[in-house]
């Protein structure tokens, strides 16, 4: 593939992004469930 | 203190994921190679996507603070679903120019250039980041609900300011692809289909992070609500002062 | 009274204690002449190169400078529960916003007559095509000094108003610090007919916010 270091790279990269911030989310909702529960 | 059924929502978030997979198969390896661009051009099906999405959030953040301001529909949903869907926004503008410039240097030659196009999205990106920040100064939720609806419709009308005004400079971005003056859309075949595919995909991910994301600012809300009459009872109770007899119900708006 | 009436009265207030303290004068005039001194020691003065972008030079520094006369604007309004005296006073929501922002509309204007002195003799810019020019600087003027009074009242009272500020107002102008640039590079190169759009552009976007600020103000400063 020509320009592969761009190309993978720009794939990879919002593959990371989005899955660093969906987990990020996750992460916190689980926290703020937990704190509703036991309120 | 959902948007959609849990069920649903879960899904939903298979799909998205099932969605991106293909469409990662079509966009590197299913579509052709582009006649000028060659490979680069499978940066566009990522680089549009998140594009349409990014002003998608922004268009849902604007016609929720608009629902907001307005007293016969104000409700903290409308504000909550404004501050998520800004924060998705912020997400996928940033996405756009980053990719914009990966794609843009092997093709033009240049990681940025001055032009109305990239120059309005990167003031649509600080634009935006301000409006999280504000959002982020502690204070009563219907202050900085109001304050934060005011922010984001200004940013709303400011981009096609800034657009129609930078568009008086040459371009270097690329005319539209589909929404020509004609709506003559100039591509087809495969890689017309892997771009309406990479819209769809990002969307139905766009619909589950708003769905978790709303629910997010829902239960912080709640919690900081919760706190604060914590707060004010511990207070008034160490001064021995008789609670009042009736309090109001914190969190009731869902 | 009338709007005009209320929001002269505001103005006036604002410049009387402008006029007692001299912040402006004595803090933030001086504040932009240190900023074109620093471009010229950051840029090379010998090529011609600042005699170029004098014209982006200079509205950056106005923009600069309309941060600090915002800010000034409502830390005025901070002491002695001044600001609870504003939203008790009984003025109309758009006189209050009318009058604070000639003010710094004001104050602006100061500081760009400053400049622009400051841009002839230290850049050497030939000053020319006078009409686009004078109406683009006064168009772009009010422009900025409604977005900023409509921010600054946004910002008002929360601690972190100073840095937050700067964030929140500077991408909105930008369009003011384009056609302002533009209309000062199409003037002074001669080409007066090229100015007359990015006046129009500065016109509408001044009429525009300063709408938006007289129906917002009196909202958010009951919320502040």
Redesign the interface.
């Known amino acids: ?4 270091g ?6 990879a ?3 990371a ?2 899955l660093a ?2 987990l990020r ?2 992460q ?2 689980r926290r ?2 937990r ?2 529960r036991e ?1 | 203190m959902t948007l959609l059924h849990p069920r649903l929502a879960g899904a939903l978030g298979w799909t998205s994921l099932a969605a991106l997979v293909v469409l990662a198969m079509f966009g590197l390896w299913g579509a052709p190679p582009d006649r000028v661009q060659s490979d680069a051009q499978r940066l566009m099906y990522l680089h549009v996507p998140s594009a349409w999405i990014a002003y998608l959030a922004f268009g849902v953040t604007a016609l929720s603070s608009a629902l907001y301001l307005w007293r016969r529909t104000r409700s903290p949903v409308w504000d909550r679903l404004a501050g998520a869907s800004a924060e998705l926004g912020v997400l996928f503008t940033a996405l756009t120019l980053v990719l914009g410039s990966l794609w843009g240097r092997p093709v033009w030659g240049v990681w940025w250039a001055w032009d109305a196009r990239l120059v309005t999205t990167a003031v649509l990106f600080f634009l935006y980041v301000g409006y999280l920040a504000l959002r982020r100064v502690p204070s009563a939720v219907e202050t900085r609900a109001k304050r934060s609806a005011i922010a984001a419709l200004i940013a709303f009308v400011d981009v096609p300011i800034v657009h129609f005004s930078v568009n008086w400079w040459r371009t270097l971005h690329q005319q539209a692809t589909v929404f020509t003056p004609s709506l003559n859309a100039h591509i087809h075949g495969v890689m017309a289909f892997t771009l309406w595919w990479g819209v769809l995909a990002f969307t139905l991910l766009y619909v589950y992070l708003l769905d978790k994301r709303y629910r997010l600012e829902a239960l912080e809300e709640d919690r900081d609500a919760r706190e604060l009459a914590q707060a004010i009872d511990e207070r008034v109770q160490g001064a021995g002062v008789a609670a009042p007899a009736e309090r109001a119900e914190v969190g009731a708006d869902r | 009274m009338s709007l005009l009436q209320e929001a002269a009265l505001v103005a006036g207030k604002d410049l009387r204690i402008e006029a007692r303290s001299r912040v402006t004068a004595q803090q933030i005039l001086p504040f932009g002449l240190i900023v074109l001194l620093l471009f010229a020691f950051a840029l090379d003065p010998d090529r011609g190169v600042l005699t170029r972008v004098a014209p982006g030079l200079f509205w950056v520094t106005v923009l600069l400078g309309t941060l600090l006369a915002v800010g000034r604007a409502f830390s005025i309004e901070s002491e002695n529960g001044a600001l609870d005296g504003l939203r008790l006073s009984g003025l109309d929501g758009g006189a209050l916003f009318l009058g604070k922002a000639a003010a710094v509309a004001v104050e602006l204007l100061a500081l760009e007559a400053l400049l622009a002195a400051g841009v002839v003799v230290l850049f050497n810019v030939g000053l020319a095509g006078l009409a686009p020019l004078l109406l683009g600087t006064l168009a772009a003027t009010v422009g900025l000094a409604a977005t900023g009074t409509l921010y600054g009242v946004l910002a008002a009272g929360l601690r972190v108003r100073e840095t937050l500020l700067p964030v929140l107002l500077l991408p909105v102008v930008a369009p003011v610090l384009l056609g302002a640039t533009r209309t000062w590079e199409a003037s002074i190169n001669g080409v007066s007919g090229d100015a007359w759009p990015w006046v129009a552009l500065l016109g509408i976007f001044a009429v525009l916010f300063t709408g938006i600020g007289m129906l917002a103000f009196g909202p958010l400063l009951e919320e502040s």
């Open positions: 593939m020509r320009f592969a761009y190309v993978i790279g720009g794939w990269l919002t593959g992004v989005l911030y969906s989310l996750w916190r909702l703020a469930e704190l509703d309120a």
